[in-house]
């Protein structure tokens, strides 16, 4: 058994709030400052196109090619990559993205009208993004379910082209990847990566079509990328390092909590897992369950890491202060592992997705339980929501006079207009009041 130095915190103790405020202080999760490298390579595919592309693939991911256009994988290569699956692989994809449909389709809004008492119709029209743009991360970090995620959103809101892009370090391709994005949807796929690949999604090459939003997670370059594009395109968000919290009672199997913190603590040294409990005698059994279990993971080193830097166990005396403590953390995962959890969960504000019940892991919505796992992260869950549907649509208002409402209107937005001194603004409303 190795001991696991994870903080040990009581609500109770004095000098609590102090400790608290440290645990989620997230500047410590800031990296090196990327911006001037990222900067240049924007600029540089911005104005040199598809030679500035192949120029940082070789030089990025070792892949050399004489065209962008040989970085494109074909629809029959993305059907040949299917076809390669073992039965259990493709059965697993198909189920889950299936899954994943069916929960978006509810999410999909439709255009909507009334007429106002004055004869006015008023309304909204809702359409599709034209175009999306996919970025998956590849490599040793290659992620089919974030194919399916991001692309089935899209889909299902009849955005008309999907382009994905996705990095093949020295052109090896991850067959689950690919297979993903022809079992999504995805209309085309790219092998170029980093902030290049962003870049070219932003502003579009010879090859590359331009996108009008990008989603999809990546790595400091990417993401400092997107976040430089921003107005050029939408982008889904700036995502920060995994969260998990877990709200146990004490009446959930230990091994079970341990191995949930763990879930998120693989991801890097800097996720950050927190267990609140509300019996101190468990919140010791989960710590003896960690020890026990950690020396016989793959990912065990970067587990430690994680939980020793930023994880931590805190008792508390009732649920109630334990979702006060939720609510001011508002993780990106919470595990409400307690009895009646539906009703405790209506006392969360502040979440990106909650698992309810000691036997939904929250592992499940990271690949098929049907919700979306691009969660907003480092409390952004204050204000912001999951990826959805609603993220590929965009509304556009509708006004329509009669005759008889546009003289009515008229006269109140003349006055209005007046009153700012707008004079064109309130001569214009004026000509249609008879």
């Known amino acids: 058994m190795s001991n696991l130095n994870i903080r040990l915190m009581d609500a109770a103790a004095s000098g609590f709030a102090t400790a608290f405020n440290e645990l989620l202080d997230r500047t410590q999760s800031e990296n090196t400052d990327v911006t001037a ?73 439709e255009s909507w009208s009334y007429t106002d008492s004055d004869g006015t119709l008023l309304g909204q029209q809702v359409t599709p993004l034209d175009r999306a743009g996919l970025y998956v991360p590849g490599g040793k970090a290659a992620y089919p379910s974030s194919v399916l995620m991001n692309a089935i959103p899209a889909k299902v809101a009849g955005v008309p082209e999907l382009i994905m892009v996705v990095p093949t370090p020295e052109g090896v391709i991850n067959t689950m ?3 993903a994005a022809a079992i999504a949807g995805v209309d085309r796929v790219f092998t170029i990566g980093g902030a290049q690949a962003v870049a070219a999604l932003a502003y579009g090459t010879e090859t590359v079509p331009r996108v009008d939003k990008i989603v999809g997670p990546g790595n400091i370059y990417v993401a400092t990328a997107k976040r430089m594009v921003f107005g050029q395109v939408d982008i889904d968000m700036i995502a920060g390092p995994s969260e998990i ?5 004490g009446k959930t199997n230990p091994d079970w909590i341990a191995m949930d913190l763990f879930s998120q603590a693989e991801h890097d040294e800097l996720a950050q897992s927190i267990l609140i409990s509300m019996d101190e005698a468990f919140s010791k059994q989960v710590k ?13 080193d970067i587990i430690r890491a994680s939980l020793e830097q930023r994880g931590a166990i805190i008792t508390v005396q009732e649920i109630a202060q334990a979702i006060e403590l939720v609510n001011r953390i508002a993780p990106e995962h919470l595990e409400l592992s307690v009895e009646d959890a539906l009703t405790v969960a ?55 006079c009669t005759e008889q409402s546009a003289d009515s209107l008229g006269r109140t937005a003349t006055v209005l207009a007046e009153g700012e001194g707008l004079t064109a603004h309130a001569m214009s409303a004026a000509y249609r009041v008879k």
């Not at 003896?288 to 065990?300: C, G, I």
């Not at 209506?346 to 990106?352: L, N």
């Open 177 to 179: 990847v690919m297979a």
């Open 346 to 400: 209506k006392s969360v504000r502040h979440a990106g997705a909650i698992f309810l019940g000691r036997y939904t892991a929250e592992a499940l919505g990271d690949y098929c339980a049907g919700p979306n796992h691009v969660l907003p992260t480092s409390g952004t869950a204050r204000f912001s929501s999951p990826l959805g549907v609603y993220d590929f649509q965009k509304r556009t208002s509708l006004i329509g």
């Open 288 to 300: 003896v369950s960690m020890e026990k279990l950690l020396p016989d993971q793959p990912r065990k």
């Open 37 to 109: 490298v990222v900067r240049d390579i924007v600029r540089a595919v911005h104005e040199q196109g598809d030679q500035a592309l192949l120029s940082y693939t070789q030089r990025f991911d070792k892949l050399s090619v004489d065209s962008a256009s040989a970085l494109e994988v074909s629809k029959s290569q993305l059907q040949q990559a299917v076809q390669s699956l073992s039965q259990e692989q493709r059965e697993a994809l198909e189920t889950a993205a299936e899954r994943i449909r069916r929960y978006h389709e509810k999410q999909k809004a």
């Open 245 to 249: 919290v877990v709200v146990c009672d």
